[in-house]
């Protein structure tokens, strides 16, 4: 006999909403987050300025664009794996004799 599949429905989903979460946080830092931070230090004066103007300026061939690219498509999957096993149990158990939820 075949081992069964449980999953938690709800922890799926929380797991979903979290990840969407950490991608909206995380959004700004990857489209103009260099810019805006060389932007505020213009007309600043220090001995570190230039420095740090020079560190964001190599920071600019960031992955971070790729990389929202790529988790977004992982999250697109999640969203359609979780509609997925919701369907086919909800399916299974009304086949079986009733509804779950």
Same mark, same amino acid.
């Given at each position: 006999?075949?081992?069964?599949?449980?999953?938690?429905?709800?922890? !799926? +989903?929380? $797991? *979903?909403?979290?990840?969407?979460?950490? =991608?909206?946080?995380? @959004?700004?830092?990857?489209?103009?987050?260099?810019? +805006? &931070?060389?932007?505020?230090?213009?007309?600043?004066?220090?001995? !570190?300025?230039?420095? &740090? *103007?020079? %560190? #964001?300026?190599?920071? @600019?061939?960031? /992955?971070?664009?790729? #990389? &929202?690219?790529?988790? $977004?498509?992982? +999250? @697109?999957? #999640? /969203? !359609? %794996?979780?509609?997925? !096993?919701?369907?086919?149990? =909800?399916? *299974?158990?009304?086949? %079986?004799?009733?509804?779950?939820?």
């Amino acid at each position: 006999m075949a081992a069964k599949i449980e999953i938690d429905h709800d922890a !799926f +989903q929380a $797991g *979903i909403q979290k990840m969407d979460s950490s =991608l909206e946080n995380f @959004r700004p830092y990857s489209k103009n987050f260099i810019e +805006q &931070m060389q932007d505020s230090l213009d007309g600043m004066n220090g001995d !570190f300025i230039s420095e &740090m *103007i020079d %560190v #964001l300026g190599s920071m @600019r061939d960031t /992955k971070a664009p790729e #990389l &929202m690219k790529a988790l $977004g498509s992982h +999250q @697109r999957n #999640l /969203k !359609f %794996v979780y509609a997925e !096993f919701v369907e086919k149990d =909800l399916s *299974i158990a009304t086949g %079986v004799g009733g509804a779950t939820e």
